[in-house]
């Protein structure tokens, strides 16, 4: 069994900041790829930026240079640093990650964060 618990989010005026964390745990041998999606009222999921096993980073073109991804492996743990904040990024906020669970079986399982609130006001 993985979980994935996201915290961090909140209300904050545009021009602010929120960190969001995603901590993942239970069995769990290795994590590859983990990422943020959003999704707004009456619009899709999308992605906002992504991270792989080896650090590589890539981000939605509305958030570039505002947000930034990074990762602990040590403690399982992706972050969505989030400055400039613009009304536009009020959303609720998914983690996602691709994992091993097992050294023994290799392949690779997804899983989903509850989703966390952001609401940015002008």
């Known amino acids: 069994q993985v979980q994935l618990v996201e915290s961090g989010g909140g209300f904050m005026q545009a021009g602010g900041s929120l960190r969001l964390s995603c901590a993942a745990s239970g069995t769990i041998f290795s994590i590859n790829n983990m990422g943020w999606y959003r999704q707004a009222p009456g619009k899709q999921r999308e992605l906002v930026a992504g991270?792989?096993?080896?650090?590589?980073?890539n981000y939605a073109d509305s958030v570039k240079g505002r947000f930034t991804i990074s990762r602990d492996n040590a403690k399982n743990t992706v972050y969505l640093q989030m400055n400039s904040l613009k009304p536009e990024d009020t959303a609720v906020y998914y983690c996602?990650?691709?994992?091993?669970?097992?050294?023994?079986?290799?392949?690779?399982?997804?899983?989903w964060g509850q989703g966390t609130q952001v609401t940015v006001s002008s």
């Open positions: 991270i792989t096993s080896g650090g590589s980073t």
């Open positions: 996602d990650c691709k994992l091993q669970r097992h050294w023994w079986y290799g392949s690779l399982e997804d899983y």
